[in-house]
């Protein structure tokens, strides 16, 4: 192509043009290939510049960096397909992803929780919820017949509200909302959340999204965590759930029902009492489940730590002197081994207790 200015004339079929649409029905062709810039044929000193960027015309790949195609032929991947760059060859759209476009290298997938009926999929209102609710489909007519079906009442839903699996209208839950356009109801960003159901637009996503062990103020519209006594499992909570009765929390934001134990931390063995030491409950103090130890008769310690005193001399515990004759004995161990265990006397005059099987202590108080 030789030309000066405009217009262009081509003497074979007498018709003239401008320089500017020839050089456009050229490269919309692919019938000639180019880098950056395209000498001027007539004028070496003069260079036409292009953008980089290669397009090729509707229906065919771009391969490479400035081919449509490994051959400089087009690929022609019709909607509901896709070129894959690994098989350079047309692939169907999975079930659960469609395409609307002809010669993309990827299928758009549905959203969370929708799906397509079969592959090849076009348009993105053949994404719907779940299909348990329809009949055994004997053909693809039949399927052809429901897919226009969900299409039109997919539609047909207002804005605040989208298709569900029972073949029916619902409003979107908390936290979404549908606009006019949209197919199906769109989240709200991930800090923010909706006043309730059926939201038109992204503006209603107002309030705070709290997370787990928190609840939203609504006074000071702020998200606080769940005192002792309370948790919150979900997100978004208005208020904190509280423990079952007879059970507490240890620290603020439980996020658990699984963080609520016992206040009575005797009869569930979660006091650190001695073995020989008797757990007191107590009232709980700020919702902190509370207890005492005592030491057992015949033991001394602050309940934590107790320590037996086998010494006759101090009045620790009961004992008797029986005259058999003229043979005075002192008997030291009256009340003093349990469950039944046999009281010796050791060579140093101390008393002893061996216990039978299954416990053991001192006194034979604790059962294995």
């Not at 260079?47 to 290669?54: C, G, N, R, S």
């Not at 515990?317 to 039944?340: A, P």
Request: hydrophobic share 25%.
């Amino acid at each position: 192509m030789i030309a000066v200015k405009d217009p262009i004339r081509n003497a074979k079929v007498d018709a003239t043009s401008t320089v500017y649409a020839v050089v456009q029905i050229g490269l919309r062709g692919g019938i000639f290939q180019y880098t950056n810039a395209l000498k001027i044929l007539g004028k070496p000193s003069e260079v036409l510049i292009f953008d980089e960027a290669f397009f090729c015309y509707r229906g065919a790949t771009l391969i490479d960096q400035d081919k449509c195609s490994k051959d400089d032929l087009p690929i022609l991947c019709r909607p509901g397909h896709y070129h894959s760059l690994i098989s350079k060859k047309c692939e169907v759209c999975p079930q659960g992803h469609y395409q609307f476009r002809a010669g993309r290298p990827r299928c758009h997938k549905c959203p969370q929780g929708y799906t397509t009926l079969t592959t090849k999929s076009i348009y993105p209102t053949s994404c719907f919820g779940s299909t348990n609710w329809l009949p055994n489909l004997p053909d693809t007519v039949t399927r052809h017949v429901y897919l226009v079906f969900i299409d039109q009442r997919i539609a047909n839903c207002p804005p605040g509200m989208e298709y569900s699996s029972n073949g029916s209208c619902v409003p979107c839950k908390r936290g979404f909302f549908k606009k006019p356009n949209d197919i199906v109801c769109q989240p709200c960003d991930p800090a923010h959340t909706t006043e309730s159901v059926g939201s038109l637009t992204e503006l209603s996503c107002t309030l705070p999204l709290c997370k787990q062990g928190y609840y939203l103020n609504r006074q000071l519209m702020q998200c606080l965590n769940c005192s002792n006594g309370y948790y919150q499992d979900e997100v978004g909570g208005d208020f904190c759930k509280r423990c079952p009765i007879g059970t507490t929390t240890t620290i603020p934001g439980a996020t658990s029902i699984d963080s609520c134990i016992s206040t009575n931390q005797c009869k569930n063995g979660e006091h650190r009492c001695h073995s020989l030491a008797v757990c007191v409950d107590l009232p709980d103090k700020d919702d902190k489940p509370t207890y005492s130890c005592r030491c057992q008769p015949g033991f001394v310690g602050n309940g934590f730590t107790c320590t037996g005193l086998f010494d006759v001399n101090l009045p620790l515990f009961q004992y008797v002197t029986i005259e058999v004759g003229e043979v005075r004995r002192k008997y030291i161990c009256l009340n003093l081994c349990y469950n039944n265990a046999e009281c010796v006397k050791t060579a140093h005059g101390k008393p002893r207790c061996i216990c039978p099987p299954g416990y053991h202590g001192l006194r034979c108080e604790t059962k294995k």
